[in-house]
């Protein structure tokens, strides 16, 4: 989905206690095999409902190579518009 939605969408899941987390890369993909290499050093937007989500997804972003840097909930929409 777009980097504007976070882990708001995902409530029904996180009411029956799963980890909900949202992630998002800076950077446009353009569909080529490159977009895999470009992911490496990208920053990546992390929204999560605690620490064990946040410690997750920066797991999650640095086994790729990304940089997490984390992104309030209701800062998304202007998280993703500043990417535009």
Aim: proline letters at 4%; charged letters at 20%; aromatic letters at 6%.
């Amino acid at each position: 989905t777009s980097g504007a939605n976070g882990i708001g969408l995902l409530a029904p899941l996180a009411e029956r206690g799963c980890i909900t987390l949202a992630i998002h890369p800076a950077m446009t993909f353009v569909g080529t095999e490159e977009d895999v290499d470009r992911l490496r050093g990208t920053g990546f937007g992390i929204t999560a409902g605690d620490e064990i989500g946040y410690a997750i997804a920066q797991s999650l972003v640095l086994e790729i190579g990304g940089e997490p840097f984390r992104v309030r909930e209701d800062a998304r929409t202007l998280y993703h518009a500043a990417l535009a």
